[in-house]
T-cell receptor
Framework: GEEVAQTPKHLVRGEGQKAKLYCAPI?????VFWYQQVLKNEFKFLIS????????ETGMPKERFSAKCLPNSPCSLEIQATKLEDSAVYFC????????????????FGQGTRLTVV | AQKVTQAQTEISVVEKEDVTLDCVYE???????LFWYKQPPSGELVFLIR??????QNEISGRYSWNFQKSTSSFNFTITASQVVDSAVYFC?????????FGAGTTVTVRA
């Protein structure tokens, strides 16, 4: 597709429940990034993939967060046993090559998934 | 380590006024890229501009202009003759590897 597609748009989970978010990157883009935006402003980098390989996971709270990008499937971000502080908008972005290395490309962001943990 | 500082939390202007958003960055790398994104109330992130560290030319695109000053590590953004549709949160971002580091954002409110 020509845009990064994130589903669902909204997700409500009770504390302790599992949450799974999906991201279909733009066709032909080899890098996928996940960001968490809390309090409407602050963006926190979570993880990046180069194709199906984890490229950088320094931002992931590994105890409860996991992510995958498998061939021919949307990428996913899963939160086990959600907590109130996981409430945020989760953005996925894809780029043809890394934003820091490409000459002319930039990361295209999806519309985000708003996760509310109650 | 890299860091982006947007000191202005909120700016409110009347339509047709100019508004300048400040962005100061820190990085140890000589090669890096700077971005501005717009996040309107609907929530999506809209790419505005990308600038590499070797290109200090200022850029103008319609009512938008950007001033990159490497000597002061600043990449400021000006909206000329602001319009109500410019109301949004604007983010400055920096990358020198494989992830973007965002500033805290500046909320711009343009009143009719």
């Amino acid at each position: 597709g020509e845009e990064v597609a994130q589903t669902p748009k909204h997700l409500v989970r009770g504390e302790g429940q599992k949450a799974k978010l999906y991201c279909a990157p733009i066709k032909g883009h080899s890098y996928v990034f996940w960001y968490q935006q809390v309090l409407k402003n602050e963006f926190k980098f979570l993880i990046s993939f180069q194709n199906e390989n984890v490229f950088d996971e320094t931002g992931m709270p590994k105890e409860r967060f996991s992510a995958k990008c498998l061939p021919n499937s949307p990428c996913s971000l899963e939160i086990q046993a959600t907590k109130l502080e996981d409430s945020a908008v989760y953005f996925c972005a894809s780029s043809q090559s890394s934003p820091g290395r490409a000459v002319s490309t930039e990361a295209f962001f999806g519309q985000g998934t708003r996760l509310t943990v109650v | 380590a890299q860091k982006v500082t947007q000191a202005q939390t909120e700016i409110s202007v009347v339509e047709k006024e100019d508004v300048t958003l400040d962005c100061v960055y820190e990085t140890r790398d000589t090669t890096y890229y700077l971005f501005w994104y717009k996040q309107p109330p609907s929530g999506e992130l809209v790419f505005l501009i990308r600038r590499n560290s070797f290109d200090e030319q200022n850029e103008i695109s319609g009512r938008y202009s950007w001033n990159f000053q490497k000597s002061t590590s600043s990449f400021n953004f000006t909206i000329t003759a602001s319009q109500v549709v410019d109301s949004a949160v604007y983010f400055c971002a920096l990358t020198n590897d494989y992830k973007l580091s965002f500033g805290a954002g500046t909320t711009v409110t343009v009143r009719a």
